[in-house]
T-cell receptor, first 112, second 114 residues
Framework: DADVTQTPRNRITKTGKRIMLECSQTKGHDRMYWYRQDPGLGLRLIYYSFDVKDINKGEISDGYSVSRQAQAKFSLSLESAIPNQTALYFC???????????FGPGTRLLVL | SQQGEEDPQALSIQEGENATMNCSYKTSINNLQWYRQNSGRGLVHLILIRSNEREKHSGRLRVTLDTSKKSSSLLITASRAADTASYFCATAPSGQGGSEKLVFGKGTKLTVNP
């Protein structure tokens, strides 16, 4: 079984809709991250969390919110989706400061 | 802003040849990491090199780090078609206190032709 799972894997939604992307991990890591990937732009950090009570904004947090429901679960919400949020979204986990990150398979989101 | 910048953006070689990708960065770092991404999939960690290391090997991978030039290179020897992927460098900047964030470059797209 995969250590970092993301649901859904693909999602099509309409402008203005609220959607949630979910991430679960079995690696026992405290640190969890949400990134988005756009063609030619690499990965950009949206939010990150070092434990259940610690949530931090990344470089592109506007229009997004997150919830760390448990050590193993970190969800990303788009309160009112817009077309320029169409992207590939990745969840990742990490064990220590500045150490290796482990990525989920990604969620491909299309906002019409 | 992006910390690491990979060069070239795209590279096409024949199977059996070596592939070299470079990464340049701007600020001092704690470590530098290389990841591989197969088309549309999650990133997979390849190797981590710390700021006090100059070279590291893992199988057919060789990574070098030159902190004076703020650059790193990833060499894949005897490439195979299965090495076709995008390769990203990620830097862990030092001196950021508790932020502990990795900063990813835009990647090099490697195509290995059979």
């Amino acid at each position: 079984d995969a250590d970092v799972t993301q649901t859904p894997r693909n999602r099509i939604t309409k402008t203005g809709k609220r959607i949630m992307l979910e991430c679960s991990q079995t690696k026992g890591h405290d640190r969890m991250y949400w990134y988005r990937q756009d063609p030619g732009l690499g990965l950009r950090l949206i939010y990150y969390s070092f434990d259940v009570k610690d949530i931090n904004k990344g470089e592109i947090s506007d229009g997004y919110s997150v919830s760390r429901q448990a050590q193993a679960k970190f969800s990303l919400s788009l309160e009112s989706a817009i077309p320029n949020q169409t992207a590939l979204y990745f969840c990742a986990t990490g064990q220590g400061a500045r150490e290796t990150q482990y990525f989920g398979p990604g969620t491909r989101l299309l906002v019409l | 802003s992006q910390q690491g910048e990979e060069d070239p953006q795209a590279l096409s070689i024949q199977e059996g040849e070596n592939a070299t990708m470079n990464c340049s960065y701007k600020t001092s770092i704690n470590n530098l990491q290389w990841y591989r991404q197969n088309s549309g999939r999650g990133l997979v960690h390849l190797i981590l090199i710390r700021s006090n290391e100059r070279e590291k090997h893992s199988g057919r991978l060789r990574v070098t780090l030159d902190t004076s030039k703020k650059s790193s290179s990833l060499l894949i020897t005897a490439s195979r078609a299965a090495d076709t992927a995008s390769y990203f460098c990620a830097t862990a900047p030092s001196g950021q206190g508790g932020s502990e964030k990795l900063v990813f470059g835009k990647g090099t797209k490697l195509t290995v032709n059979p």
